[in-house]
């Protein structure tokens, strides 16, 4: 009984393995021929002309706690988007440095009565102010209560029909807002649409803007930029063509309004406000049966810094797991839902199967094969294959995924550069991989254990705010 | 020892699945290399006609007398993009030298040549460029490609179109515009700009009367473009006799756009309307026009039940050119209703905010 359960075991593992490797791989050949389309389309975008009158107006929301070292940069970078009517609402979410001041210096605020539509609630506002400079520049000042809570005080004070929420720390692209409008401008089903975030590190930034894209020296960094072009990038633009995106990021993304304050606003209490939002979206339109799309816009328009130290990164890593884990669970009702479509059926499944619970499996692969071997349940045969299987399938598909990225994007064009994020990709499945799912799995359990939320912040070196 | 060991069928397995990864990972890598590098000549012969055409491209446009390089073949899709980009970027005479330029360089047998060519961009490049060069020749084979096809390329071709003659173009593009719901509206209202009110006359009155009820308000937003008197026959029709709230509310958006004062009185009788969507459009509309008369109305729906109807009531109120900064304030003091003081004094800060000499 006992060999037929190590069997049994073995094969399991093994079995994982593979279709783990396999579905990504399909996910960055799906994201291939997206890309290829997208690339193909957005080569006419030159010789159309547009009549700017005609462009919805965005409210951009900008939730801060705790920001003085970069929010001056990240404001007076947002206002010199290129976009024909758009708002900033910088919300203070309690802050206990000296972001509301600063913003009041630096803006010219001018504290004016509060009264808007408070079709969300919220912690108290303290106070409203209105920039005497920058007339599409406002502040909420509320009492502290998380991202989700900031963001909610934002939507309640959002004048347009569509919002975009952006971390403080983001750094844009001047037609940032062009690009991601444009899903929605091209197909009226469109709720929300996610902007391609990509790490800054290594970059030449200047005045909250991107002169130059690089690549770090740090072998972390460039770990973190295989990560993020195998998984975040192309494992999620694969899930576009079929509807079935289920993570836009917070950092950029932008959303109609109606849709978000009838679905409820962001969830507070929870630390992926972003993926939980998108995942109830389609759990709600879903059981609705309202014609909808939710998109994802492969251009690189927004940057942001990795975590360029390893404490950091665990912390974010930890925190992005439980955020998925309350995601899915506060959604649950979506999985096998009879109008759930492919992304009950397939993408939550997916989600829950491979993204939640992989950790779970890959460590436990991990120490059983390791433990099996040492005393001798597992044959070194079946152990060469896992870690066949495991390494050479990450290395392929990291691989795969640097193709995509040099036949669509060309960020990383020198050669020099390539040969660097293929040596990275092959160094990062003895280590770095396998902490990450360690730190993913202690995520898991959070996530189970279900601890308060709270803002996640991040240790910032921001040397792209020093001005120049 | 190592012949036994590769006789497993799970090590062979594992060796042979490892050493095909191995050989993939390595050939992508190679792919990339040689992509990459492909995109950098690219790149670079893009970057070498820019530096060799741009100040031709300038002195051309300057009206000055310039020596043409050579325009070898390899050359002649990143030229035609630069050469499009300043079509776009210039207008009168600086405009129809560089289409001189272009005669010259006998670009048009080049656009000809490429308007059969398999690939969309080519094609698409070769369509503006006719456009550009205002060369009715293939008018009925670009006005076929806007007509048959749906995609993004027919509205390159219907932008051509109106370049080439926009008077001819009209009856073409404007059932089109109205047809293609899919076709991004900055672009749609930007072809019908192009297109001119005297070109557009009453054909776009007259597709918005032929589509589906459902297309309405999306057309009339576009309305204005055909021309005042045509857009005001059909907005002031509309509000006389829709119901629909949709529809009511995109042609109060109109009545604003046009200033048309003479609609005051359907304007009026739309303040109260059960749709708040319809009532804020009213106030907007109103707010461009109201008299004294008026103003009773406006502070009554400072009351309202919708947020956005007080708003832009009490922006209406604060912004109303006979009132100065104390009658506005006496009004507040007067208003017993919470909601619309609050939102009557959040309008009072704003354009004290805006406008710091208000009085």
Avoid at chain 1, 171 to 194: C, K, M, Q, W, Y
Avoid at chain 2, 181 to 186: D, G, L, S
């Amino acid at each position: 009984m006992a060999v037929r359960i190590v069997t049994g075991l073995q094969y399991f593992f093994l079995a994982y393995t593979l279709a783990i490797g396999l579905a990504y791989l399909l996910l960055n050949l799906i994201a291939l021929f997206a890309v290829r389309n997208y690339m193909g389309e957005q080569r006419y975008d030159i010789f159309l002309q547009t009549f700017s009158d005609f462009e919805p107006p965005i409210s951009v929301l900008v939730p801060a706690y705790n920001e003085e070292l970069t929010i001056e940069s990240t404001v007076r970078s947002l206002l010199q988007l290129s976009y024909s009517n758009y708002e900033i609402i910088v919300i203070n979410d309690g802050s206990t440095d000296n972001t509301l001041p600063l913003l009041i210096d630096k803006f010219g605020l001018l504290r004016i009565p509060e009264s808007y539509s408070r079709k969300l609630e919220t912690k108290p506002v303290r106070g409203f102010y209105l920039s005497t400079v920058y007339p599409n520049l406002k502040v909420i000042d509320k009492e502290n209560g998380g991202k989700a809570d900031a963001l909610n005080a934002g939507l309640n004070a959002a004048m347009y029909p569509m919002f975009c929420s952006i971390d403080s720390d983001s750094i844009l692209e001047r037609n940032s807002l062009r690009r991601v409008i444009r899903p929605f401008l091209n197909d009226h089903r469109t709720v929300a649409a996610g902007g391609t975030v990509r790490i800054v590190n290594g970059s030449e930034v200047r005045e909250g803007h991107l002169l130059r894209a690089g690549l770090p020296s740090k072998l972390l960094e460039r770990f973190q930029i295989i990560e993020y072009l195998r998984a975040f990038l192309f494992g999620r633009i694969g899930w576009t063509p079929i509807n079935c995106l289920m993570v836009l990021s917070g950092a950029f993304s932008l959303f109609r309004k109606d849709k978000v304050i009838e679905a409820g606003g962001y969830k507070t209490g929870t630390v992926g406000e972003d993926m939980e939002l998108v995942v109830r979206l389609h759990r709600l339109l879903r059981s609705k049966g309202e014609q909808y799309r939710i998109t994802f816009v492969p251009d690189p328009i927004c940057w942001t810094e990795a975590p360029a130290d390893l404490g950091t990164l665990r912390k974010q890593r930890i925190r992005w797991q439980r955020g998925l884990g309350e995601s899915l669970a506060l959604n649950l009702g979506l999985l096998f839902h009879p109008r759930g479509g492919l992304v009950g059926w397939v993408a939550f499944p997916f989600m829950v199967v491979f993204e939640f619970l992989g950790p779970l499996v890959e460590i436990a692969g991990y120490i059983f094969v390791t433990i099996g071997l040492v005393l001798g349940f597992v044959s070194y045969r079946i152990a060469l294959l896992f870690f066949a299987l495991a390494v050479g399938l990450g290395v392929l598909i990291s691989v795969v995924s640097l193709l995509i990225e040099e036949i669509s994007f060309h960020i990383y064009g020198e050669v020099r550069e390539i040969l660097g994020l293929f040596i990275a990709a092959i160094l990062e499945n003895f280590g770095y991989r396998q902490l990450i799912s360690w730190w993913r799995l202690q995520g898991v359990l959070g996530s189970l254990l279900s601890r308060r939320a709270e803002w996640g912040q991040m240790k910032r070196l921001g040397n792209w705010a020093r001005p120049a | 020892m190592f012949q036994s060991f590769f006789d497993d069928p799970l090590i062979k397995a594992a060796v042979v699945f490892t050493g095909s990864l191995a050989f993939t990972a390595l050939a992508t890598l190679f792919l990339a290399v040689v992509w990459s590098f492909l995109e950098h000549l690219k790149e670079e012969r893009s970057r070498l006609v820019r530096k060799r055409w741009l100040p031709v491209l300038a002195e051309s446009a300057a009206g000055l007398p310039v020596r043409l390089p050579t325009l070898g073949p390899m050359d002649e899709e990143p030229f035609l993009v630069l050469w499009n980009h300043f079509q776009e970027s210039l207008e009168g005479q600086a405009r129809s030298n560089l289409t001189d330029l272009g005669v010259r360089l006998g670009l048009e047998r080049k656009a000809k040549r490429m308007l059969r060519a398999r690939s969309g961009f080519t094609r698409a490049l070769a369509i503006i460029t006719l456009g550009h060069l205002q060369d009715e020749s293939e008018w009925e084979t670009i006005a076929g490609i806007a007509e048959k096809n749906e995609s993004i390329e027919g509205c390159i071709a219907a932008q051509a179109l109106v370049r080439i003659d926009p008077k001819r173009a009209a009856p073409v593009v404007v059932p089109l515009a109205a047809k293609r719901t899919f076709w991004p509206q900055e672009r749609v209202a930007a072809l019908l700009k192009n297109l001119g009110p005297e070109n557009i006359g009453d054909l776009l009155v007259r597709a918005v009367q032929e589509a589906p009820r459902e297309a309405w308000p999306r057309l009339i937003r576009l309305v204005h473009l055909s021309g005042r008197n045509h857009a005001l026959a059909l907005v002031r029709e509309l509000l006389a006799a829709e119901q629909d709230p949709e529809i009511l509310a995109a042609c109060l958006v109109a009545v604003r756009q046009l200033g048309d004062n003479e609609s005051i009185q359907a304007v009026r009788s739309l303040l109260f309307h059960p749709s708040w969507q319809v009532r804020v459009q009213a106030v907007n509309a109103l707010a461009v026009m109201a008299t004294r008369q008026d103003l009773d109305t406006l502070v009554r729906l400072l009351s309202d039940d919708n947020w956005w109807v007080r708003y832009r009531s009490a922006q209406a109120i604060v912004w109303l050119p006979f009132l100065k900064k104390a009658d506005v304030e006496k009004i507040r003091s007067g208003l017993h209703d919470r909601y619309g003081r609050d939102s009557l004094e959040r309008s009072i800060a704003e354009r004290q905010a805006r406008d710091p000499t208000w009085q």
